[in-house]
């Protein structure tokens, strides 16, 4: 079983910035991607960004230019650099990671409010 701990959510000023990491419990060599996905209330979980294994990574239309996936593999664990953050931010965001199946983690709340 993998475990996905997430940390780096909070409240912040629309412009401001966050940034979220996702620590694995094993190495991430070994999976095929992880990424970034969230969900705001009422609405169905998106995907955010993804890194494949290769290292390429793609990103939703709402959040190019503003926010980058990237990936420590010494320590195992994925980031996401969020700046620029609007209110439509504001979400639960949760990381995942593939293989056979798929993982995730418990959430971070992302706040964007004034």
């Known amino acids: 079983q993998v475990q996905l701990v997430e940390s780096g959510g909070g409240l912040v000023q629309p412009g401001g910035s966050l940034r979220l990491s996702c620590a694995a419990s094993?190495?991430?060599?070994?999976?095929?991607?992880m990424g970034w996905y969230r969900q705001a209330p009422g609405k169905q979980r998106e995907l955010v960004a993804t890194?494949?294994?290769?290292?390429?990574?793609n990103y939703a239309d709402s959040v190019k230019g503003r926010f980058t996936i990237s990936r420590d593999t010494a320590k195992n664990t994925v980031y996401m650099q969020m700046n620029s953050l609007k209110p439509e931010d504001t979400a639960v965001y949760y990381c995942?990671?593939?293989?056979?199946?798929?993982?995730w983690g418990q959430g971070t709340q992302v706040t964007v409010s004034s």
């Open positions: 995942n990671a593939r293989e056979n199946q798929s993982y």
């Open positions: 094993r190495s991430i060599f070994s999976f095929n991607a």
């Open positions: 890194i494949r294994s290769l290292g390429s990574t």
